[in-house]
């Protein structure tokens, strides 16, 4: 009963209930049917027949708005002269494409200006924003604007990945309304620019639904409801930077290994929503662990392990972070004390985390 107090208290009703929807919703990881040329699921009204709360409707669409304009830089990115370098760099010192700063402005001016926000938190900038109170709301964003940097400028998949949070204290926002822990996230997501563009998102305590932007009409429409990993694990993949192999910990190293006596296929994209999206979708196991040079792993807490962490677990998946500062911990359980802060991310379906984890206890 947990999870539907959690979508209940959140003012989500399961599942679309309102307009007569539920009905005619489809269940477990189907196909929406019925997308014929009259009637359209589009995010928007699909906000609105499944939460009762404005405001969190209202800023969910901003954010599918700034992925709209995103994809839509990267789609004209060639023409319109948006590859190649900024000249600044970011908040680990990274140097900034010209597409990720473009995104950023994108996502902070479409979350700045919904009015649902007080305090944001983007891959791009070292401090957090805090909106001035003329503009503040209830939540709380962190997000990597276009997360894949070394996939921008080759016309490779790179994607959004957001985290909200509901901010507790009365009063102007500060950076420890979005410190918290991963349990504390009300809704996640990412949308990722591929072949499509396709915008995933999950609500704590319900389920992980799909939309696809359709470029013509210029909105994002429903195509699936309550993703689940496939049955049994799925296709047997993993999925690593291999390179880094010298460096990781036993138990990574015999796992991979293993995946590689048992006829598992290696499939690494480098962008970490399409590595994910793949996970989740055909199974198998994505894993970026802590190794000798970077003992933190290279992936963000809030804006990369805790927002995939969330839809990985709501799609029936296991997230943790192997060990990690002594030990093998729930990522969704990390307590961030920086914003910038990383992680290992171990994430996939449970027939292969788990192999991990029965390799860090023994
Ligand atoms: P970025 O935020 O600088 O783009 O880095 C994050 C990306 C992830 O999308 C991806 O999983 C990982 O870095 C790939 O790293 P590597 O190039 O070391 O394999
Ligand atoms: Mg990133």
Redesign the pocket.
């Known amino acids: 009963a947990a999870p539907e107090a959690a979508h209940a208290a959140r003012g989500l009703v399961s599942p679309c209930a309102p307009f007569g929807l539920a009905a005619n919703m489809p269940k477990d990881n189907m196909q929406v049917e019925n997308m014929d040329e009259a009637d359209f699921m589009t995010l928007g009204r699909w906000l609105m027949g499944n939460t009762k709360d404005m405001e969190l409707t209202i800023l969910m669409a901003q954010l599918g708005l700034a992925c709209k304009a995103t994809s839509r830089a990267c789609a004209k990115a060639g023409i319109a002269n948006l590859f190649g370098m900024a000249g600044d760099q ?1 908040s ?1 010192g ?1 140097d900034q494409k010209k597409l990720d700063v473009l995104s950023n402005d994108i996502f902070i001016s479409a979350l700045v200006n919904s009015g649902a926000c007080s305090v944001l938190v983007s ?1 791009e900038n070292e401090e957090p924003i805090i909106v001035p109170a003329e503009k503040a709301g209830r939540f709380c964003v962190a997000f ?1 604007p ?6 921008i400028d080759c016309n490779v998949s ?2 959004t990945i957001f985290a909200v949070y509901e901010k507790t204290t009365p009063g102007i926002g500060t950076t420890a309304d979005i410190l918290r822990t991963g349990n504390d996230i009300v809704a996640a997501g990412y949308c990722m620019y591929g072949a499509a563009t396709e915008l995933v998102i999950c609500f704590k305590g319900s389920g992980v639904e799909r939309f696809a932007l359709d470029p013509s009409l210029g909105e994002f429409i429903h195509t699936h409801t309550n993703v689940q990993f496939p049955e049994g694990g799925g296709k047997k993949i993993y999925s ?2 291999e ?2 192999s010298p460096n990781w910990d036993l138990p990574i190293l015999d796992y991979i290994n293993w995946c590689k006596e048992n006829q598992y296929a290696a499939r ?8 994910v999206h793949r996970t989740i979708l055909y199974g198998g196991i ?1 894993v ?1 662990p802590a190794d000798k040079k970077s003992p933190n792993g ?3 807490v809030l804006y ?1 392990g805790f927002p995939m962490a969330l839809i990985c677990e709501t799609a029936g998946g296991i997230a943790s972070t192997g060990m990690f500062k002594g030990s093998v911990q729930r990522m969704l359980d990390l307590v961030p004390t920086n914003i910038h802060e990383r992680c290992p ?1 171990i994430l996939g379906s449970p027939r292969d985390v788990n192999m991990v984890l029965e390799r860090y206890r023994s």
Not at 146 to 151: T, V
């Open positions: 970011n680990s990274d891959e990597d276009l997360d894949g940097s070394s996939n790179t994607g690593c930077n390179g880094n690494y994209v480098g962008s970490m929503v399409s590595d994505f970026y290279k992936l963000r990369e991310v």
